[in-house]
């Protein structure tokens, strides 16, 4: 890891660049006092207009943190596909591998923030012409995954992606696909895949185990590839299970939930800065899904207070923009996890999906890395 000239500032990554494919977009965002009932007419409390999309955000957060980020997307020259690719280039994003179309329109979203309830309500519109893989002949793919340490997919355009994919699979370039639901074409991606960072409900909807420690044990085995796999849980924090090697050691088996059950107990509720507790190597089991050798880690959220809590929009991808830096900077999983809990804790204190995305000069950031 480089030595930054800044003792305060977050220590930049040896090799920092990093390639995204998927969805960006225009967010426009209403805060309103509470949701709306239907036929009614409300005013906004607060109105912002930026950019959106997992790819894009998940980038600019890494982009923040210090990476070299190249994205490979599709917009239309409109005035909404213009203006996000200047506020990519603007957080250091490199745009040069966009496809930008004379007609049609550039994806977007109308966001409602219920300030009342603390959620976020999407209406997508995609962009179009979609992208396809005759897309990618106007595109040096070689050129864009060059010294790439990382590549990132959000599991959209699954056709490109996986053209991206088995290129990234050729060159033994690491792939971490966000798994934010099941969607078509997404298990042949993951067949490729390094690392996995799931929202909440999809370790079980993919597996469809009783518990999401028994889901993640089910998709380490059905995806040997693996290093590691996540679940975000929000608040409740994250859990993450890591393959290793026994080493020709005898361990017991242990039950998956109870070893997590197990981890939670030792959080420490007095801590309002994001922690992590890890299981000692352990071969864990799965009931009716068979057993694997790992650690698994429990990853305790910042302790926000409820008048703090502005927005949740991209707090997930914030998430994924804190791993993809700790895996181009070698961070312990130990670190990693408050780390990562922290950058998308940050997040959540503004409106929209960058809006609070911290910068690498944040002092705090340094401080989950020593």
């Known amino acids: 890891m480089e030595v930054s000239s800044n003792n305060s500032a977050l220590p930049l990554a040896e090799n920092p660049i990093i390639v995204g494919f998927g969805g960006v977009g225009v967010d426009i965002l209403a805060a309103v006092p509470s949701f709306p009932k239907p036929d009614t007419k409300m005013r906004t409390t607060h109105l912002k207009v930026e950019g959106g999309g997992n790819t894009g955000n998940a980038l600019t957060s890494a982009a923040r943190l210090g990476l070299k980020p190249r994205i490979i997307s599709k917009v239309a020259n409109d005035t909404q596909g213009r203006a996000l690719l200047e506020e990519l280039k603007a957080d250091g994003v490199d745009t040069s591998y966009f496809l930008v179309s004379k007609e049609g329109n550039s994806p977007f979203s109308y966001i409602i923030v219920d300030s009342q309830m603390k959620t976020r309500t999407c209406i997508f519109t995609p962009g179009y012409p ?18 790439a340490r990382v590549v990132y997919f959000d599991g959209r355009m699954p056709e490109s992606a996986l053209v991206i994919a088995q290129e990234a699979f050729r060159q033994n370039i690491s792939i971490l696909i966000d798994a934010e639901r099941p969607r078509e074409g997404l298990n042949d991606l ?42 975000t849980l929000g608040k409740d924090g994250c859990i993450l299970l890591e393959k290793c090697v026994d080493d020709g050691h005898q361990l017991e088996e242990v039950d998956v939930d109870t070893s997590f059950e197990s981890l939670k107990r030792r959080k420490d509720d007095s801590t309002v800065m994001p922690t992590c507790i890890a299981s000692s190597l352990t071969r864990f089991r799965a009931e009716g899904m068979g057993s694997m050798c790992g650690r698994l880690y429990f990853g305790a959220a910042e302790k926000i207070p409820p008048s703090e809590v502005i927005d949740t929009t991209g707090a997930g991808d914030a998430f994924i923009g804190a791993v993809l830096y700790a895996i181009c900077a070698n961070l312990s999983l130990e670190k990693m996890l408050p780390f990562a809990s922290y950058v998308a804790a940050s997040n959540c204190r503004a409106l929209g999906a960058r809006s609070g995305l911290p910068y690498r000069t944040d002092p705090l950031l340094a401080s989950f890395t020593q």
Not at 139 to 144: C, F, G, K, R
Not at 207 to 212: G, R
């Open 130 to 147: 979609p992208m396809v893989p005759e897309d990618l002949r106007q595109i040096n793919l070689l050129s864009a995954l060059n010294g």
């Open 190 to 231: 993951l067949g490729l895949a390094d690392y996995v960072v799931c929202a909440e409900k999809f370790p079980q909807a993919w597996t469809e185990a009783s518990s999401i420690p028994r889901a993640l044990v089910s998709i380490m085995l059905r995806l040997p590839k693996l290093k590691f796999a996540i679940a």
